[in-house]
């Protein structure tokens, strides 16, 4: 008796996009490749609460880094679609309106959006783990049956502050309370312009992002092995 099986293939085979991102992300870059070459995506995820699997997704925000710089004219960002769902405290917080909602994109255009814009490039968000477990979770629901998940290398600014932080033995390394995005903003002098939402969130990581690599690079970490430790 075989008490394991693989699952069936799927009907039909996935679409280009899918399989675009698949071929790209299996292209992993070079482990010398200095840190100021790399294609980072910063990105950054709002939704009705802490639980990937229960709560809704509203928006992304994403913008590149590269060559110590940031590419505003290569950024997304989408609010996604949903129709009567009771959202008063997000539009507290996250300033997202039913209309808005009921104006947006709708989830599975914007993973196709999203995955099409990543490639390759090294993915960075602040607690990292949320968000592409958000991703990861749209992903299972629209194209489980290909097996679709987000196959690229991430940095977490978060652990990056903390690694930093041990390098050069600085007491508050001990504390995660001290790695918050607001915190780690005004100790490095980022005006917290649009917080709580995925663009200005987004934005507000991608300038901690450059901050980090200048110490990282002093520091003497120069590159993508060392950076990301692959």
Known sequence: MKWFRRS??????PPDFIVQYQQASRTR????????EICFVVFDTETTGLNPKKDLWLSLGAVVVQKRSIWVDR???FT????????????????????????????????????????NSVLVAHHAAFD?????????R?????KVRLRNPVLDTAQLAQ????????????NPAHYGLDHLCQRFGIALNDRHTAAGD?????????KLLVQAEQRGIRTHRQLLGR
Request: glycine letters at 4%.
């Open 8 to 13: 069936p293939p799927p009907d039909t085979p």
């Open 29 to 36: 870059p070079d482990p010398k490749q200095p840190i100021r």
């Open 75 to 77: 950024s997304l960002e």
């Open 80 to 119: 996604l679609q949903h129709q009567d769902i009771d959202i008063s405290e997000q539009v507290a917080i996250h300033g997202i309106t039913q209309n808005f909602l009921a104006e947006g994109i709708l989830e599975v255009d914007v993973l196709k959006h999203w995955l099409s814009f990543i490639e």
């Open 132 to 140: 592409q477990q958000i991703i990861n979770e749209a992903l299972r």
């Open 142 to 146: 629209h194209f489980g049956q290909y």
């Open 163 to 174: 690694r930093l932080d041990r390098f050069n033995t600085i007491p508050e390394a001990q």
């Open 202 to 210: 987004a934005l507000l990581t991608a300038q901690l992002l450059l």
